[in-house]
């Protein structure tokens, strides 16, 4: 590509995000993700959550652009990918997986300030901003962020990411 620029075939511009990696601007990165699967799921707004439905219509490529990009340029320790291994070894249970991956700090979930931003973090850490992306709340039924994230993981694995 002439300009250097790195889109998918939904004209989505991966270019951004392929700087901050190579830079390792890993937290700046980690927000772009989350604006790309934003993106994705054509939520416009900048606090649009992602219902389980809309996770199951994101595009597999979409997805696999955001995770090659993230393994290449953390020499394979960051990405869905990596993360959707760690989840399968440890069973699909979700808190054994926010422990491994070092989301998990006092019994909850880290705050993004919390987070390790460096090629020291934990196999799997990043990217985890995009569980901002989960909605509690579908058609007035409560879901649990554990469901988000089933479902999140099992959409990768049939996207073969």
């Not at 994705?40 to 996770?55: G, H, P």
Request: net charge negative.
């Amino acid at each position: 590509m002439p300009d250097g620029r790195l889109s998918s075939p939904n004209h989505i511009d991966y270019s951004y995000l392929r700087d901050l990696l190579a830079d390792s601007q890993w937290q700046q990165a980690d927000r772009e993700t989350t604006s790309l699967i934003r993106l994705a799921a054509d939520k416009k707004e900048l606090d649009a959550c992602l219902t389980t439905t809309d996770i199951e219509t994101l595009l597999a490529l979409d997805l696999f652009f955001i995770d090659r990009l993230w393994a290449n340029y953390s020499q394979g320790r960051f990405g869905f990918s990596i993360q959707l291994v760690l989840y399968d070894e440890v069973g699909g249970d979700i808190r054994l997986l926010a422990e491994r991956v070092g989301w998990k700090i006092n019994c909850s979930l880290r705050e993004q300030q919390q987070l390790i931003y460096g090629l020291n973090a934990p196999t799997g850490h990043l990217p985890f901003n995009f569980l901002s992306l989960a909605t509690l709340e579908r058609k007035a039924n409560l879901i649990s962020i554990t469901n988000w994230i089933n479902v999140f993981f099992s959409h990768l694995k049939a996207s073969d990411i």
